[in-house]
Protein backbone atom coordinates (compact mmCIF):
# COMPACT_ATOMS: atom_id res chain seq x y z
CA UNK A 1 0.00 0.00 0.00
CA UNK A 2 2.60 2.56 0.50
CA UNK A 3 3.90 1.90 -2.84
CA UNK A 4 0.51 2.82 -4.14
CA UNK A 5 0.53 6.18 -1.37
CA UNK A 6 3.67 7.72 -2.55
CA UNK A 7 3.35 7.14 -6.45
CA UNK A 8 -0.91 8.91 -5.83
CA UNK A 9 1.37 11.78 -3.66
CA UNK A 10 4.38 12.04 -6.70
CA UNK A 11 1.16 12.26 -9.28
CA UNK A 12 -0.37 15.17 -7.01
CA UNK A 13 2.74 16.65 -6.80
CA UNK A 14 3.61 16.58 -10.30
CA UNK A 15 0.41 18.06 -11.63
CA UNK A 16 0.65 20.89 -9.02
CA UNK A 17 3.69 21.17 -10.85
CA UNK A 18 2.87 20.80 -14.37
CA UNK A 19 -0.16 24.04 -13.82
CA UNK A 20 2.59 26.51 -12.92
CA UNK A 21 4.30 25.30 -15.67
CA UNK A 22 1.50 26.15 -17.89
CA UNK A 23 1.12 29.43 -17.19
CA UNK A 24 5.03 30.03 -18.35
CA UNK A 25 4.63 27.78 -21.90
CA UNK A 26 4.75 30.98 -24.52
CA UNK A 27 4.72 27.99 -27.42
CA UNK A 28 1.60 25.69 -28.62
CA UNK A 29 -0.88 24.58 -26.32
CA UNK A 30 -1.99 21.90 -27.58
CA UNK A 31 0.43 19.32 -26.69
CA UNK A 32 1.50 18.31 -30.80
CA UNK A 33 4.52 19.00 -32.24
CA UNK A 34 4.94 21.44 -34.40
CA UNK A 35 8.38 21.18 -36.51
CA UNK A 36 9.74 24.04 -37.97
CA UNK A 37 12.47 23.70 -40.68
CA UNK A 38 14.59 26.97 -41.40
CA UNK A 39 15.71 27.00 -44.85
CA UNK A 40 19.19 29.29 -43.63
CA UNK A 41 20.27 30.27 -46.92
CA UNK A 42 16.64 32.23 -47.24
CA UNK A 43 18.91 35.23 -46.00
CA UNK A 44 20.22 35.77 -49.18
CA UNK A 45 16.78 36.16 -50.99
CA UNK A 46 16.02 39.06 -52.20
CA UNK A 47 13.41 41.47 -50.62
CA UNK A 48 10.74 41.04 -49.37
CA UNK A 49 11.20 37.22 -49.56
CA UNK A 50 14.74 37.47 -47.81
CA UNK A 51 13.88 35.75 -43.87
CA UNK A 52 16.89 36.00 -40.96
CA UNK A 53 16.30 34.09 -37.62
CA UNK A 54 15.03 37.14 -36.47
CA UNK A 55 11.79 37.10 -38.37
CA UNK A 56 10.83 33.89 -36.86
CA UNK A 57 7.53 34.09 -34.57
CA UNK A 58 8.93 31.32 -32.42
CA UNK A 59 5.46 30.92 -30.31
CA UNK A 60 4.18 29.17 -32.90
CA UNK A 61 6.59 26.13 -33.28
CA UNK A 62 8.10 23.44 -30.68
CA UNK A 63 10.75 22.82 -32.54
CA UNK A 64 13.34 25.02 -34.67
CA UNK A 65 15.29 22.94 -36.98
CA UNK A 66 18.51 25.07 -38.57
CA UNK A 67 19.21 23.10 -42.05
CA UNK A 68 21.58 22.78 -43.03
CA UNK A 69 24.86 21.65 -42.10
CA UNK A 70 27.20 19.05 -43.96
CA UNK A 71 29.56 16.44 -44.13
CA UNK A 72 33.65 16.19 -44.27
CA UNK A 73 34.45 13.44 -46.01
CA UNK A 74 37.94 13.84 -45.64
CA UNK A 75 37.35 13.32 -41.81
CA UNK A 76 33.95 11.82 -41.62
CA UNK A 77 33.04 14.61 -38.96
CA UNK A 78 30.06 17.67 -39.38
CA UNK A 79 31.03 20.81 -40.64
CA UNK A 80 29.31 23.91 -41.42
CA UNK A 81 28.22 25.01 -44.59
CA UNK A 82 28.26 28.58 -44.21
CA UNK A 83 30.68 29.65 -41.73
CA UNK A 84 30.00 32.84 -42.68
CA UNK A 85 26.33 32.84 -41.59
CA UNK A 86 26.87 30.13 -39.02
CA UNK A 87 29.46 30.69 -36.97
CA UNK A 88 31.24 34.23 -35.44
CA UNK A 89 34.41 33.23 -36.44
CA UNK A 90 36.57 35.80 -38.46
CA UNK A 91 33.05 38.43 -37.56
CA UNK A 92 30.67 35.57 -39.22
CA UNK A 93 26.34 36.16 -37.89
CA UNK A 94 26.53 33.26 -35.29
CA UNK A 95 23.27 31.56 -36.97
CA UNK A 96 23.99 28.94 -34.39
CA UNK A 97 24.44 31.23 -31.40
CA UNK A 98 21.75 33.09 -32.69
CA UNK A 99 18.58 30.50 -33.08
CA UNK A 100 19.59 28.58 -29.55
CA UNK A 101 19.88 32.30 -27.73
CA UNK A 102 15.79 31.98 -28.61
CA UNK A 103 15.76 29.39 -26.08
CA UNK A 104 15.64 32.33 -23.42
CA UNK A 105 12.88 33.92 -24.39
CA UNK A 106 10.94 31.30 -25.58
CA UNK A 107 12.17 28.01 -23.23
CA UNK A 108 9.52 25.87 -24.76
CA UNK A 109 11.55 25.31 -27.79
CA UNK A 110 13.82 22.70 -28.70
CA UNK A 111 16.65 23.50 -31.15
CA UNK A 112 18.41 21.18 -33.46
CA UNK A 113 20.45 21.35 -36.23
CA UNK A 114 19.76 19.35 -39.55
CA UNK A 115 22.89 17.47 -41.40
CA UNK A 116 22.36 16.33 -45.15
CA UNK A 117 19.55 17.53 -47.41
CA UNK A 118 19.36 17.20 -51.57
CA UNK A 119 22.54 18.85 -52.17
CA UNK A 120 24.96 16.88 -49.90
CA UNK A 121 23.84 14.21 -52.07
CA UNK A 122 24.16 10.64 -50.43
CA UNK A 123 27.41 9.09 -50.88
CA UNK A 124 29.57 10.93 -48.73
CA UNK A 125 27.10 9.34 -46.02
CA UNK A 126 27.01 6.22 -47.71
CA UNK A 127 30.65 6.08 -46.79
CA UNK A 128 30.55 7.35 -43.54
CA UNK A 129 27.95 5.32 -42.47
CA UNK A 130 29.57 1.85 -43.72
CA UNK A 131 32.06 1.75 -41.31
CA UNK A 132 32.57 1.54 -37.56
CA UNK A 133 35.45 3.85 -37.08
CA UNK A 134 34.21 6.35 -40.00
CA UNK A 135 30.69 6.25 -37.66
CA UNK A 136 32.57 6.76 -34.39
CA UNK A 137 34.23 9.91 -35.61
CA UNK A 138 31.13 11.36 -37.01
CA UNK A 139 29.06 10.68 -33.67
CA UNK A 140 32.40 11.85 -31.61
CA UNK A 141 31.95 15.49 -34.24
CA UNK A 142 28.84 15.72 -33.36
CA UNK A 143 28.71 15.22 -29.42
CA UNK A 144 31.45 18.28 -29.83
CA UNK A 145 29.05 20.54 -31.85
CA UNK A 146 25.52 20.16 -30.40
CA UNK A 147 27.89 20.78 -26.94
CA UNK A 148 29.68 23.35 -28.34
CA UNK A 149 26.69 25.67 -29.68
CA UNK A 150 23.98 23.41 -26.88
CA UNK A 151 22.19 22.44 -29.51
CA UNK A 152 19.19 20.24 -28.14
CA UNK A 153 19.68 17.46 -30.61
CA UNK A 154 20.45 16.63 -34.61
CA UNK A 155 18.06 16.11 -37.23
CA UNK A 156 19.26 13.21 -40.11
CA UNK A 157 18.81 14.31 -43.51
CA UNK A 158 20.34 11.91 -45.78
CA UNK A 159 18.61 12.02 -48.78
CA UNK A 160 18.34 9.08 -49.66
CA UNK A 161 20.31 5.92 -48.30
CA UNK A 162 20.30 2.91 -51.09
CA UNK A 163 19.30 5.84 -53.34
CA UNK A 164 20.92 8.73 -55.43
CA UNK A 165 24.21 6.86 -55.67
CA UNK A 166 23.86 5.18 -52.36
CA UNK A 167 24.62 1.41 -52.03
CA UNK A 168 22.30 -1.28 -51.39
CA UNK A 169 23.82 -2.00 -47.90
CA UNK A 170 22.85 1.69 -46.43
CA UNK A 171 20.17 0.40 -45.07
CA UNK A 172 21.40 -1.39 -43.08
CA UNK A 173 24.23 0.82 -42.05
CA UNK A 174 21.81 3.99 -41.41
CA UNK A 175 20.39 1.86 -38.60
CA UNK A 176 23.69 1.25 -37.24
CA UNK A 177 24.55 4.60 -37.53
CA UNK A 178 20.57 6.02 -35.83
CA UNK A 179 21.36 3.01 -33.08
CA UNK A 180 25.17 4.47 -32.45
CA UNK A 181 23.89 7.99 -32.27
CA UNK A 182 20.88 7.43 -30.45
CA UNK A 183 23.50 5.21 -27.37
CA UNK A 184 25.34 8.27 -27.62
CA UNK A 185 23.21 11.14 -26.98
CA UNK A 186 21.01 9.67 -24.08
CA UNK A 187 23.45 10.54 -21.65
CA UNK A 188 23.19 14.01 -22.84
CA UNK A 189 19.34 13.99 -23.16
CA UNK A 190 20.17 14.99 -26.93
CA UNK A 191 17.28 14.48 -29.07
CA UNK A 192 17.51 12.39 -32.59
CA UNK A 193 15.38 12.80 -35.54
CA UNK A 194 15.43 12.33 -39.28
CA UNK A 195 14.04 13.24 -42.29
CA UNK A 196 12.48 10.50 -44.53
CA UNK A 197 12.02 10.47 -48.01
CA UNK A 198 8.05 9.54 -48.58
CA UNK A 199 7.69 7.93 -51.84
CA UNK A 200 7.22 4.20 -52.13
CA UNK A 201 10.45 2.72 -53.67
CA UNK A 202 12.90 5.05 -50.98
CA UNK A 203 10.37 3.59 -48.11
CA UNK A 204 10.49 0.25 -49.01
CA UNK A 205 14.59 0.33 -49.94
CA UNK A 206 16.13 2.91 -47.88
CA UNK A 207 14.75 1.99 -44.63
CA UNK A 208 14.22 -0.32 -41.63
CA UNK A 209 11.28 1.72 -40.70
CA UNK A 210 10.56 -0.78 -37.33
CA UNK A 211 13.94 -0.45 -36.51
CA UNK A 212 14.42 3.54 -37.25
CA UNK A 213 10.62 3.99 -34.98
CA UNK A 214 12.64 2.20 -32.28
CA UNK A 215 16.10 4.23 -31.99
CA UNK A 216 14.84 8.19 -33.58
CA UNK A 217 12.78 10.50 -31.19
CA UNK A 218 10.83 11.87 -34.12
CA UNK A 219 9.94 11.01 -37.53
CA UNK A 220 9.72 13.77 -39.94
CA UNK A 221 8.05 12.75 -43.67
CA UNK A 222 8.49 14.59 -45.69
CA UNK A 223 5.21 14.56 -47.45
CA UNK A 224 5.91 16.61 -50.78
CA UNK A 225 7.32 16.61 -53.70
CA UNK A 226 4.87 13.55 -54.85
CA UNK A 227 4.35 15.50 -58.59
CA UNK A 228 6.76 18.10 -60.46
CA UNK A 229 8.00 18.80 -63.90
CA UNK A 230 10.20 15.56 -63.41
CA UNK A 231 6.47 13.91 -64.32
CA UNK A 232 5.96 15.30 -67.79
CA UNK A 233 2.25 15.31 -66.75
CA UNK A 234 1.06 17.54 -64.31
CA UNK A 235 0.15 16.39 -61.06
CA UNK A 236 -0.16 17.96 -57.08
CA UNK A 237 2.67 18.48 -54.85
CA UNK A 238 1.65 17.00 -52.30
CA UNK A 239 -1.68 15.23 -52.80
CA UNK A 240 -3.93 13.93 -50.01
CA UNK A 241 -5.48 10.58 -52.07
CA UNK A 242 -3.71 9.25 -55.49
CA UNK A 243 -5.77 9.75 -58.96
CA UNK A 244 -6.64 6.61 -58.57
CA UNK A 245 -7.15 3.04 -55.92
CA UNK A 246 -3.48 2.01 -57.29
CA UNK A 247 -1.57 5.30 -56.98
CA UNK A 248 1.00 5.18 -54.18
CA UNK A 249 1.72 9.02 -54.35
CA UNK A 250 -0.53 10.51 -51.75
CA UNK A 251 0.51 11.86 -48.13
CA UNK A 252 -2.20 9.10 -46.93
CA UNK A 253 -0.78 6.20 -48.79
CA UNK A 254 2.71 7.36 -47.10
CA UNK A 255 1.42 7.58 -43.78
CA UNK A 256 -0.73 4.07 -43.78
CA UNK A 257 2.26 2.51 -45.14
CA UNK A 258 4.76 3.41 -42.30
CA UNK A 259 1.87 2.66 -39.78
CA UNK A 260 1.89 -0.69 -41.25
CA UNK A 261 5.84 -0.94 -41.43
CA UNK A 262 5.94 -0.43 -37.47
CA UNK A 263 6.49 3.24 -37.15
CA UNK A 264 5.06 4.33 -33.82
CA UNK A 265 2.48 6.67 -34.59
CA UNK A 266 3.06 9.09 -31.81
CA UNK A 267 6.75 9.54 -32.98
CA UNK A 268 5.35 10.29 -36.97
CA UNK A 269 5.87 13.65 -37.62
CA UNK A 270 3.68 14.59 -40.75
CA UNK A 271 5.57 17.37 -43.13
CA UNK A 272 3.56 20.06 -44.51
CA UNK A 273 4.66 22.17 -47.80
CA UNK A 274 4.73 25.83 -47.33
CA UNK A 275 5.47 25.86 -51.17
CA UNK A 276 4.45 24.89 -54.73
CA UNK A 277 5.02 23.33 -57.72
CA UNK A 278 4.95 24.83 -60.88
CA UNK A 279 4.35 23.63 -64.53
CA UNK A 280 4.38 25.09 -68.13
CA UNK A 281 1.47 23.30 -69.91
CA UNK A 282 2.76 22.21 -73.01
CA UNK A 283 -0.46 23.33 -74.67
CA UNK A 284 -1.71 26.29 -73.61
CA UNK A 285 -4.90 26.09 -75.18
CA UNK A 286 -5.40 22.60 -72.53
CA UNK A 287 -9.39 23.46 -71.88
CA UNK A 288 -9.88 20.62 -69.01
CA UNK A 289 -6.35 20.22 -66.71
CA UNK A 290 -6.27 16.36 -65.89
CA UNK A 291 -3.37 15.22 -62.86
CA UNK A 292 -1.97 12.27 -64.45
CA UNK A 293 -2.21 12.79 -67.63
CA UNK A 294 -2.08 16.81 -69.26
CA UNK A 295 1.42 17.36 -70.38
CA UNK A 296 3.52 19.83 -69.44
CA UNK A 297 7.32 20.69 -70.17
CA UNK A 298 10.39 19.50 -68.86
CA UNK A 299 11.08 22.88 -66.65
CA UNK A 300 8.89 24.68 -64.56
CA UNK A 301 9.26 28.79 -64.08
CA UNK A 302 10.42 30.31 -60.87
CA UNK A 303 9.00 32.74 -58.23
CA UNK A 304 10.45 36.31 -57.74
CA UNK A 305 12.69 35.77 -53.97
CA UNK A 306 13.41 32.12 -54.20
CA UNK A 307 14.55 32.02 -57.77
CA UNK A 308 14.56 28.40 -58.41
CA UNK A 309 12.63 27.17 -61.55
CA UNK A 310 9.50 24.44 -60.56
CA UNK A 311 9.21 25.95 -57.33
CA UNK A 312 7.53 29.00 -55.66
CA UNK A 313 7.22 30.10 -51.82
CA UNK A 314 3.67 29.99 -50.69
CA UNK A 315 4.66 33.62 -49.73
CA UNK A 316 5.20 34.50 -53.47
CA UNK A 317 2.25 32.52 -55.11
CA UNK A 318 0.16 34.39 -52.47
CA UNK A 319 1.83 37.88 -53.59
CA UNK A 320 0.83 36.82 -57.20
CA UNK A 321 -2.87 36.23 -55.78
CA UNK A 322 -3.09 39.59 -54.03
CA UNK A 323 -2.50 41.63 -57.17
CA UNK A 324 -5.57 43.22 -58.31
CA UNK A 325 -5.41 42.77 -61.37
CA UNK A 326 -4.10 39.37 -61.05
CA UNK A 327 -4.71 37.21 -63.88
CA UNK A 328 -4.49 34.19 -61.80
CA UNK A 329 -7.46 31.61 -62.08
CA UNK A 330 -8.38 29.89 -58.50
CA UNK A 331 -8.89 26.00 -58.31
CA UNK A 332 -9.78 23.82 -55.89
CA UNK A 333 -8.28 19.73 -56.73
CA UNK A 334 -10.93 17.90 -54.98
CA UNK A 335 -9.26 14.03 -55.49
CA UNK A 336 -5.97 15.71 -54.19
CA UNK A 337 -7.23 18.20 -51.49
CA UNK A 338 -5.55 20.80 -52.39
CA UNK A 339 -5.55 24.34 -54.51
CA UNK A 340 -3.75 25.51 -57.82
CA UNK A 341 -3.60 28.46 -59.76
CA UNK A 342 -4.01 28.83 -63.41
CA UNK A 343 -2.55 31.66 -65.62
CA UNK A 344 -2.71 30.63 -69.50
CA UNK A 345 -0.01 27.42 -69.66
CA UNK A 346 0.81 28.41 -66.37
CA UNK A 347 -0.51 26.29 -63.57
CA UNK A 348 1.02 26.24 -59.70
CA UNK A 349 0.13 23.23 -57.40
CA UNK A 350 0.74 24.35 -53.87
CA UNK A 351 -0.90 24.05 -50.12
CA UNK A 352 -2.95 26.52 -48.55
CA UNK A 353 -4.81 27.07 -45.28
CA UNK A 354 -7.58 24.56 -46.46
CA UNK A 355 -5.77 21.90 -47.58
CA UNK A 356 -3.28 22.14 -44.66
CA UNK A 357 -5.96 22.29 -42.23
CA UNK A 358 -7.09 18.79 -44.13
CA UNK A 359 -3.70 17.29 -43.70
CA UNK A 360 -3.63 18.60 -40.11
CA UNK A 361 -6.86 16.87 -39.50
CA UNK A 362 -5.87 13.61 -41.22
CA UNK A 363 -2.58 13.72 -38.68
CA UNK A 364 -4.55 14.02 -35.64
CA UNK A 365 -7.15 11.51 -36.19
CA UNK A 366 -4.64 9.06 -36.71
CA UNK A 367 -2.96 9.83 -33.79
CA UNK A 368 0.22 11.16 -34.93
CA UNK A 369 2.60 12.95 -32.90
CA UNK A 370 2.34 16.55 -35.10
CA UNK A 371 3.59 18.34 -37.95
CA UNK A 372 6.22 19.28 -39.63
CA UNK A 373 6.74 22.11 -42.16
CA UNK A 374 9.31 22.70 -44.95
CA UNK A 375 9.88 25.47 -44.77
CA UNK A 376 8.72 28.68 -42.46
CA UNK A 377 11.18 31.28 -44.12
CA UNK A 378 8.46 30.54 -47.19
CA UNK A 379 5.31 31.18 -45.10
CA UNK A 380 3.34 34.53 -45.26
CA UNK A 381 5.61 36.04 -42.86
CA UNK A 382 5.80 39.29 -43.42
CA UNK A 383 1.68 39.20 -43.68
CA UNK A 384 1.16 40.37 -47.18
CA UNK A 385 -1.54 38.35 -47.69
CA UNK A 386 -5.23 37.20 -46.28
CA UNK A 387 -5.63 33.21 -45.94
CA UNK A 388 -9.40 32.47 -46.10
CA UNK A 389 -12.19 29.98 -45.65
CA UNK A 390 -8.99 27.37 -43.76
CA UNK A 391 -12.00 26.04 -42.01
CA UNK A 392 -14.46 25.73 -44.40
CA UNK A 393 -14.06 22.17 -43.89
CA UNK A 394 -14.53 21.88 -40.01
CA UNK A 395 -17.70 24.18 -40.44
CA UNK A 396 -18.96 21.67 -43.08
CA UNK A 397 -18.33 18.92 -40.91
CA UNK A 398 -19.60 20.64 -37.58
CA UNK A 399 -23.00 21.63 -40.07
CA UNK A 400 -23.75 17.77 -40.31
CA UNK A 401 -22.98 17.34 -36.88
CA UNK A 402 -24.98 19.71 -35.38
CA UNK A 403 -28.45 17.42 -35.87
CA UNK A 404 -27.32 14.33 -34.87
CA UNK A 405 -28.78 12.91 -31.76
CA UNK A 406 -25.67 10.65 -31.35
CA UNK A 407 -23.67 13.56 -31.24
CA UNK A 408 -25.99 15.51 -28.86
CA UNK A 409 -25.32 12.26 -26.58
CA UNK A 410 -21.86 12.53 -27.07
CA UNK A 411 -21.59 16.28 -25.86
CA UNK A 412 -23.76 15.54 -23.19
CA UNK A 413 -21.29 12.74 -21.57
CA UNK A 414 -18.22 15.01 -23.15
CA UNK A 415 -19.36 18.14 -20.29
CA UNK A 416 -18.83 20.42 -23.23
CA UNK A 417 -18.53 23.61 -21.34
CA UNK A 418 -21.20 26.64 -21.87
CA UNK A 419 -20.19 29.85 -24.03
CA UNK A 420 -21.87 31.94 -21.30
CA UNK A 421 -18.92 30.11 -18.78
CA UNK A 422 -16.14 29.69 -20.67
CA UNK A 423 -16.30 33.43 -22.20
CA UNK A 424 -14.34 34.15 -25.60
CA UNK A 425 -11.34 32.42 -24.31
CA UNK A 426 -11.52 28.75 -23.99
CA UNK A 427 -12.38 25.14 -26.49
CA UNK A 428 -13.72 26.09 -29.91
CA UNK A 429 -16.53 23.14 -29.63
CA UNK A 430 -19.13 24.88 -26.71
CA UNK A 431 -22.56 24.84 -25.90
CA UNK A 432 -24.24 27.40 -27.04
CA UNK A 433 -28.32 27.89 -25.86
CA UNK A 434 -27.73 23.61 -25.84
CA UNK A 435 -26.54 23.44 -29.35
CA UNK A 436 -23.16 22.61 -30.05
CA UNK A 437 -21.09 25.57 -31.40
CA UNK A 438 -18.23 25.85 -33.56
CA UNK A 439 -16.03 29.18 -32.53
CA UNK A 440 -13.67 29.54 -35.46
CA UNK A 441 -10.14 30.45 -34.50
CA UNK A 442 -8.92 34.51 -34.38
CA UNK A 443 -5.50 34.68 -36.07
CA UNK A 444 -3.52 36.02 -33.25
CA UNK A 445 -0.35 37.41 -35.92
CA UNK A 446 -1.06 39.23 -38.98
CA UNK A 447 1.65 37.26 -40.27
CA UNK A 448 2.38 33.43 -41.09
CA UNK A 449 -1.00 32.66 -42.33
CA UNK A 450 0.00 28.86 -43.13
CA UNK A 451 1.52 28.37 -38.87
CA UNK A 452 -1.22 30.01 -37.70
CA UNK A 453 -3.65 27.40 -39.30
CA UNK A 454 -1.67 24.45 -38.62
CA UNK A 455 -1.69 25.57 -34.65
CA UNK A 456 -5.21 26.67 -34.40
CA UNK A 457 -6.16 23.40 -37.09
CA UNK A 458 -4.76 20.57 -34.09
CA UNK A 459 -6.48 22.43 -31.60
CA UNK A 460 -10.04 22.02 -33.83
CA UNK A 461 -9.02 18.87 -34.67
CA UNK A 462 -7.98 17.57 -31.67
CA UNK A 463 -11.57 18.59 -30.03
CA UNK A 464 -13.81 17.23 -33.01
CA UNK A 465 -11.51 13.92 -32.66
CA UNK A 466 -12.87 13.50 -28.75
CA UNK A 467 -16.80 14.43 -29.70
CA UNK A 468 -15.98 11.92 -32.75
CA UNK A 469 -14.68 9.08 -30.60
CA UNK A 470 -17.10 9.61 -27.62
CA UNK A 471 -20.14 8.93 -31.04
CA UNK A 472 -18.22 5.87 -32.12
CA UNK A 473 -18.01 4.69 -28.44
CA UNK A 474 -21.77 5.18 -27.84
CA UNK A 475 -22.51 3.77 -31.47
CA UNK A 476 -20.37 0.52 -30.21
CA UNK A 477 -22.05 0.45 -27.13
CA UNK A 478 -25.49 0.19 -29.18
CA UNK A 479 -24.23 -2.72 -30.66
CA UNK A 480 -22.90 -4.27 -27.97
CA UNK A 481 -26.43 -3.73 -26.37
CA UNK A 482 -27.95 -4.98 -28.94
CA UNK A 483 -26.12 -8.02 -29.54
CA UNK A 484 -27.43 -8.64 -26.36
CA UNK A 485 -31.15 -8.44 -27.10
CA UNK A 486 -30.22 -10.72 -29.84
CA UNK A 487 -29.26 -13.54 -26.96
CA UNK A 488 -26.05 -12.06 -27.34
CA UNK A 489 -22.53 -13.74 -25.64
CA UNK A 490 -22.41 -11.07 -22.17
CA UNK A 491 -19.27 -9.75 -22.91
CA UNK A 492 -19.89 -7.59 -19.95
CA UNK A 493 -20.43 -10.64 -17.93
CA UNK A 494 -17.12 -11.76 -18.20
CA UNK A 495 -15.02 -8.95 -17.75
CA UNK A 496 -16.48 -8.23 -14.84
CA UNK A 497 -15.36 -11.67 -13.47
CA UNK A 498 -11.98 -10.62 -15.02
CA UNK A 499 -12.18 -7.82 -13.03
CA UNK A 500 -12.99 -9.10 -9.64
CA UNK A 501 -10.50 -12.02 -9.93
CA UNK A 502 -7.61 -9.02 -11.00
CA UNK A 503 -8.63 -6.84 -8.02
CA UNK A 504 -8.39 -9.89 -5.59
CA UNK A 505 -5.10 -10.75 -6.55
CA UNK A 506 -4.07 -6.94 -6.36
CA UNK A 507 -5.52 -6.98 -2.51
CA UNK A 508 -3.38 -10.27 -1.48
CA UNK A 509 0.16 -8.66 -3.28
CA UNK A 510 -0.39 -5.53 -0.61
C1 LIG B 1 38.07 18.28 -43.49
O1 LIG B 1 38.87 17.52 -42.64
C2 LIG B 1 40.24 17.57 -42.98
C3 LIG B 1 40.97 16.56 -42.08
O2 LIG B 1 40.72 16.80 -40.72
C4 LIG B 1 40.77 18.96 -42.81
O3 LIG B 1 42.12 19.04 -43.16
C5 LIG B 1 39.95 19.90 -43.70
O4 LIG B 1 40.33 21.23 -43.47
C6 LIG B 1 38.48 19.73 -43.43
N1 LIG B 1 37.73 20.50 -44.43
C7 LIG B 1 36.77 21.35 -44.08
C8 LIG B 1 36.11 22.05 -45.22
O5 LIG B 1 36.44 21.55 -42.93
C1 LIG C 1 -5.01 -1.22 -60.61
O1 LIG C 1 -4.16 -2.35 -60.74
C2 LIG C 1 -4.85 -3.55 -61.06
C3 LIG C 1 -3.86 -4.72 -61.04
O2 LIG C 1 -2.66 -4.35 -61.65
C4 LIG C 1 -5.53 -3.38 -62.44
O3 LIG C 1 -6.24 -4.55 -62.78
C5 LIG C 1 -6.47 -2.18 -62.37
O4 LIG C 1 -7.01 -1.94 -63.64
C6 LIG C 1 -5.75 -0.93 -61.89
N1 LIG C 1 -6.72 0.12 -61.67
C7 LIG C 1 -6.54 1.36 -62.13
C8 LIG C 1 -7.61 2.34 -61.82
O5 LIG C 1 -5.54 1.71 -62.74
C1 LIG D 1 -0.10 42.97 -60.99
O1 LIG D 1 -0.45 42.27 -62.18
C2 LIG D 1 -0.29 43.01 -63.35
C3 LIG D 1 -0.85 42.20 -64.50
O2 LIG D 1 -0.23 40.94 -64.57
C4 LIG D 1 1.18 43.38 -63.52
O3 LIG D 1 1.37 44.16 -64.69
C5 LIG D 1 1.66 44.16 -62.29
O4 LIG D 1 3.04 44.40 -62.37
C6 LIG D 1 1.36 43.38 -61.04
N1 LIG D 1 1.66 44.19 -59.87
C7 LIG D 1 2.45 43.77 -58.90
C8 LIG D 1 2.64 44.72 -57.75
O5 LIG D 1 3.00 42.69 -58.91
C1 LIG E 1 -7.04 41.36 -45.07
O1 LIG E 1 -8.31 41.32 -44.42
C2 LIG E 1 -8.48 42.36 -43.49
C3 LIG E 1 -9.80 42.11 -42.76
O2 LIG E 1 -10.75 41.54 -43.59
C4 LIG E 1 -8.46 43.70 -44.24
O3 LIG E 1 -8.64 44.76 -43.33
C5 LIG E 1 -7.11 43.85 -44.94
O4 LIG E 1 -7.09 45.02 -45.71
C6 LIG E 1 -6.85 42.65 -45.83
N1 LIG E 1 -5.48 42.72 -46.32
C7 LIG E 1 -5.18 42.64 -47.60
C8 LIG E 1 -3.73 42.70 -47.94
O5 LIG E 1 -6.03 42.50 -48.46
Known amino acids: MNVLCLIFLVGVAASVHGQTLVEEVKGPKHGKKVVCYIAT ?7 PGRFSLEDLEPALCTHLVYSFAGLNETSNTIKSLDPWQDLETDYGKAGYK ?3 AMKNKYPHLKVTLAIGGWNEGSPRYSNMASKAESRAAFIKSVLLMLNNYKF ?4 LDWEYPTKRDGKPYDRENFVLLVKELSEAFEPHGYILTAALGAGKSTMETAYDLAKLSRYLDLIHMMCYDYHGTWDGVLGANAPLKGINDNDT ?4 WTVEYLLAHGVSPYKMVLGLPMYGRTFLLTDPGSRVLEYGSTPVKATGFKGPYTGEAGFMGYNEICAETMNKSSPWVYHWHEQSATPYLRDGEKVISYDNGRSIAIKVKMAIDKGLGGLMVWSIDTDDFRGNCNETDAYIDFVERHRRMVNDPVVNKAVRNLNIPDVTLVGSKGPAYVLQDNQLHLRLPQPKYTNYALMQTINDAITLAVEEKKIL ?9 NEVRSEKDKGGNGHSL ?11 LVALKF
Request: aromatic share 6%; hydrophobic share 40%.
Open 469 to 477: DEVQRLESD
Open 98 to 100: RLV
Open 494 to 504: RSSVIGIVLCA
Open 249 to 252: LSVE
Open 152 to 155: DGLD
Open 41 to 47: WAVYRPD
